[in-house]
């Protein structure tokens, strides 16, 4: 079709004569289809069939698998298996994790409506996106590889106990690291393949007690191949799961962890936020297709939970470039045996001081106190020289922070 009418340079350059558009006749848009084809060429490199376009456009130009499906049906149908490899390799090599990350873990028993509650859920943090499919991506037990996955901003994990979660990724380091509040730019293997979860949210729900659960993800585990993994402290787990949602056959009850609302310093105090009654799954029964009265009755039960989720995952105020500066400006200094010394000695006294006016035996959690504080405390100290606080908070332990907090109020 090019050729027909001599406009291309090359033929023109022979001197043939050059025909006009409405000279050449076509039961189609010949000049729509040359067009797209120029475009294309441009855009690809070359000739590519149309299925390896919409491959391309998912590997490299972002292309999601909602947006192949909506543009051509079949050929999504017929390549489904490689479009979902595709977008999570893109995910992986093109899109940046977020900076902070909210993981909720919802209990009950069967009937309560777990899975309903984890949808609602996910509404309640994002009512702006109103289809759920670009809003949460649902992961069973029996899909642990991601496939599917477009990158919405909330994942839910159904019915995953502690054991589950550490086969299904392959062991402690790698479920810690999908589970990380200030999680990093990197891939975590999962079965099958590896990933790189760039969603804001986890939703994790099970038959397990929050205790057995979280207890369970950090306790002594056997793994498939029957090596053993010796337990690591608790807190660990704990620190990554600010809210959990115990769900009853008539009520609702909510939970915040203490240690994120810097009201404790035990990672596992866990106090309850609002109880109210309800149950998630008997709103769908009752409303059946009626979505708009369902989602207003899940909505009651979730009311003023956004606001919480906002002040819990609130970042800290930045620091200006002044500030830093003063922060850092000691670094790399040498320290003086006499210099290290001292330090020992002043922490001490820090540590006498506040076991006197607080009443509390510090040298039990010594090796859970925070720099943050002992920063404060140490500048309320007019003898302490920069190099003796610099010292402290290379060395100090982290506990104290919370209580610290507290003995202020």
Same mark, same amino acid.
């Given at each position: 079709?090019?050729?027909?009418?001599?406009?291309?340079?090359?033929?023109?350059?022979?001197?043939?004569?050059?025909?006009?558009?409405?000279?050449?006749?076509?039961?189609?848009?010949?000049?729509?289809?040359?067009?797209?084809?120029?475009?294309?060429?441009?855009?690809?490199?070359?000739?590519?069939?149309?299925?390896?376009?919409?491959?391309?456009?998912?590997?490299?130009?972002?292309?999601?698998?909602?947006?192949?499906?909506?543009?051509?049906?079949?050929?999504?149908?017929?390549?489904?298996?490689?479009?979902? %490899? #595709?977008?999570? =390799?893109?995910? +992986?090599?093109?899109?940046?994790?977020?900076?902070? /990350?909210?993981? *909720?873990? @919802?209990?009950?028993?069967?009937?309560?409506?777990?899975?309903?509650?984890?949808?609602?859920?996910?509404?309640?943090?994002?009512?702006?996106?109103?289809?759920?499919?670009?809003?949460?991506?649902?992961?069973?037990?029996?899909?642990?590889?991601?496939?599917?996955?477009?990158a919405q901003p909330v994942n839910i994990l159904s019915d995953y106990r502690a054991y589950t979660l550490l086969d299904a990724f392959k062991?402690?380091?790698?479920?810690?690291?999908?589970?990380?509040?200030?999680?990093?730019?990197?891939?975590?293997?999962?079965?099958?393949?590896?990933?790189?979860?760039?969603?804001?949210?986890?939703?994790?729900?099970?038959?397990?007690?929050?205790?057995?659960?979280?207890?369970?993800?950090?306790?002594?585990?056997?793994? %498939? #191949?029957?090596? =053993?993994?010796? +337990?690591?402290?608790?807190?660990?787990?704990?620190? /990554?799961?600010? *809210?959990? @949602?115990?769900?009853?056959?008539?009520?609702?009850?909510?939970?915040?962890?203490?240690?994120?609302?810097?009201?404790?310093?035990?990672?596992?105090?866990?106090?309850?936020?609002?109880?109210?009654?309800?149950?998630?799954?008997?709103?769908?029964?009752?409303?059946?297709?009626?979505?708009?009265?369902?989602?207003?009755?899940?909505?009651?039960?979730?009311?003023?939970?956004?606001?919480?989720?906002?002040?819990?995952?609130?970042?800290?105020?930045?620091?200006?470039?002044?500030?830093?500066?003063?922060?850092?400006?000691?670094?790399?200094?040498?320290?003086?045996?006499?210099?290290?010394?001292?330090?020992?000695?002043?922490?001490?006294?820090?540590?006498?001081?506040?076991?006197?006016?607080?009443?509390?035996?510090?040298?039990?959690?010594?090796?859970?106190?925070?720099?943050?504080?002992?920063?404060?405390?140490?500048?309320?100290?007019?003898?302490?020289?920069?190099?003796?606080?610099?010292?402290?908070?290379?060395?100090?332990?982290?506990?104290?922070?919370?209580?610290?907090?507290?003995?202020?109020?």
């Amino acid at each position: 079709m090019e050729y027909l009418p001599h406009s291309s340079e090359k033929e023109q350059e022979k001197g043939k004569t050059l025909y006009s558009d409405e000279e050449v006749h076509s039961n189609f848009d010949w000049r729509k289809e040359l067009n797209e084809r120029e475009e294309n060429r441009e855009k690809y490199g070359g000739d590519l069939s149309k299925k390896d376009r919409m491959l391309f456009d998912v590997l490299y130009l972002g292309k999601t698998l909602k947006e192949c499906r909506e543009e051509d049906k079949l050929l999504y149908m017929n390549n489904l298996d490689k479009l979902k %490899k #595709h977008r999570l =390799e893109y995910i +992986a090599s093109h899109m940046e994790v977020p900076k902070t /990350r909210l993981n *909720i873990y @919802i209990t009950g028993g069967g009937g309560v409506g777990k899975d309903v509650a984890s949808r609602a859920i996910a509404r309640c943090l994002y009512p702006c996106i109103t289809n759920d499919e670009d809003l949460f991506f649902e992961l069973g037990c029996d899909n642990v590889s991601y496939e599917g996955c477009d990158a919405q901003p909330v994942n839910i994990l159904s019915d995953y106990r502690a054991y589950t979660l550490l086969d299904a990724f392959k062991g402690r380091e790698n479920l810690f690291k999908v589970f990380d509040s200030h999680p990093h730019n990197s891939r975590v293997n999962v079965k099958f393949s590896s990933i790189k979860p760039v969603n804001s949210v986890n939703i994790v729900n099970s038959v397990q007690d929050y205790q057995v659960f979280l207890n369970g993800l950090a306790g002594h585990y056997k793994d %498939k #191949h029957g090596n =053993e993994h010796q +337990a690591e402290d608790k807190a660990q787990s704990y620190r /990554r799961f600010p *809210i959990v @949602i115990e769900l009853e056959e008539d009520t609702v009850t909510i939970y915040v962890n203490q240690y994120f609302i810097n009201k404790s310093a035990d990672a596992t105090d866990f106090k309850v936020w609002k109880k109210v009654k309800g149950n998630f799954g008997k709103i769908r029964k009752a409303f059946g297709n009626n979505e708009e009265k369902a989602r207003f009755y899940e909505n009651k039960l979730l009311n003023g939970f956004a606001e919480l989720v906002q002040e819990i995952m609130k970042s800290e105020p930045q620091k200006t470039d002044e500030e830093l500066e003063e922060m850092f400006k000691d670094y790399g200094e040498e320290i003086t045996e006499k210099e290290s010394q001292k330090v020992k000695e002043e922490i001490e006294k820090i540590i006498s001081i506040y076991t006197k006016q607080c009443q509390y035996d510090f040298s039990t959690e010594m090796d859970t106190i925070t720099r943050d504080v002992l920063r404060e405390i140490i500048a309320s100290k007019k003898e302490c020289d920069k190099t003796i606080q610099r010292e402290i908070f290379t060395i100090a332990p982290r506990k104290i922070q919370g209580y610290c907090k507290e003995v202020k109020k």
